[in-house]
Nanobody, 125 residues
Framework: VQLVESGGGSVQAGGSLRLSCVAS????????FGWFRQAPEKGREGVAY????????GYSDSVNGRFTISQDSAKHTVYLEMSSLKPEDTAMYYC????????????????????WGQGTQVTVS
């Protein structure tokens, strides 16, 4: 198992959650980690990414200013702090990793990512 997410749950609109993604094996040495989400009957959407070597981050317009991605390299863990949650944030959230360095546009699409977690459900009502 390379990536394991946790921290999902149900929360009221305006609330907060923190997702965690623990990396192991080859995934732990990835260059870029991303968070994606997928709502029912919708495509997988890039939410945020972080470059492992310098901690630089990027966000989709839909979450910018509300979500924060961070990492604890010693624990091989990537976090997604979500605040001011809205019902439209309801989705399965996935952690992903790749050895590639990419532009913001490239880092927010699923194709370049090799490793994926099993997902954690976030429901906002």
């Amino acid at each position: 198992v390379q990536l394991v997410e946790s921290g999902g749950g149900s929360v009221q609109a305006g609330g907060s959650l923190r997702l965690s993604c623990v990396a192991s094996g080859y995934a732990a040495s990835s260059s870029t980690f991303g968070w994606f989400r997928q709502a029912p009957e919708k495509g997988r959407e890039g939410v945020a990414y972080i470059y492992n070597h310098n901690g630089n981050t990027g966000y989709s317009d839909s979450v910018n200013g509300r979500f924060t991605i961070s990492q604890d390299s010693a624990k091989h863990t990537v976090y997604l702090e979500m605040s001011s949650l809205k019902p439209e944030d309801t989705a399965m959230y996935y952690c992903a990793a790749t050895s590639l360095f990419m532009t913001r546009a490239q880092a927010l699409v699923p194709a370049p990512y090799v490793y994926w977690g099993q997902g954690t459900q976030v429901t906002v009502s």
